[in-house]
T-cell receptor, first 112, second 113 residues
């Protein structure tokens, strides 16, 4: 029973913003939205997480809708090295590690 | 910061042999996780430790799998005897606490023939 829905794949031109959507319509009030990515032949890499406010760090921005039923991860200036599978995950901050469930993710391909 | 270090990067073995995968977590991290990734099943959590103590091993597929964490800087995942269906990439991850973001190693690609 998937808690998030993401497009299977997306393309983005190098230098442009990559906007990766995620639907989590059944999210609970205590659940955070986490984003990880996995570059080919590497382990997953944490990107960002948030509860309800928009968040920004050196890697990306996370925009969460007011009803919290969806979010968008934004890579402001995508590079070829951003080509990866991006996972959107919802889990309580104080929940079990088993609740950090990786689905199928979105394969983002940044095109030159 | 060297990150999470896993060894070996690749392991090829014959069915029935014992396989030991190794992991060195980031210094100061109190939680350690073992995951398995296959095309069919994606990333699955096998077991995790808090302060060297196994907390949840419900993801360990069979008794052939065992994991230990003798100290804060080392963990092993052992498969004995190995089977072809164990072929996968095994990732180790660590975090400051069980709820902090995870830092993953680059995995061990296991092939059992």
């Amino acid at each position: 029973d998937a808690k998030t829905t993401q497009p299977t794949s997306m393309d983005c031109a190098e230098g442009r913003a990559a906007n990766l959507p995620c639907n989590h319509s059944t999210i609970s009030g205590n659940e955070y939205v986490y984003w990880y990515r996995q570059i080919h032949s590497q382990g997953p890499q944490y990107i960002i997480h948030g509860l309800k406010n928009n968040e920004t760090n050196e890697m990306a921005s996370l925009i969460i809708t007011e009803d919290r039923k969806s979010s968008t991860l934004i890579l402001p200036h995508a590079t070829l090295r951003d080509t990866a599978v991006y996972y959107c995950i919802v889990r309580p901050l104080s929940g079990s590690a088993r609740q950090l469930t990786f689905g199928s993710g979105t394969q983002l391909t940044v095109l030159p | 910061d060297a990150g999470v270090i896993q060894s070996p990067r690749h392991e090829v073995t014959e069915m029935g042999q014992e396989v030991t995968l190794r992991c060195k977590p980031i210094s100061g991290h109190n939680s350690l996780f073992w995951y398995r990734q296959t095309m069919m099943r994606g990333l699955e959590l096998l077991i995790y430790f808090n302060n060297n103590v196994p907390i949840d091993d419900s993801g360990m597929p069979e008794d052939r799998f065992s994991a230990k964490m003798p100290n804060a800087s080392f963990s092993t995942l052992k498969i004995q005897p190995s089977e072809p269906r164990d072929s996968a990439v095994y990732f180790c991850a660590s975090s400051i606490t069980g709820n902090s973001p995870l830092h993953f190693g680059n995995g061990t690609r296991l092939t059992v023939t």
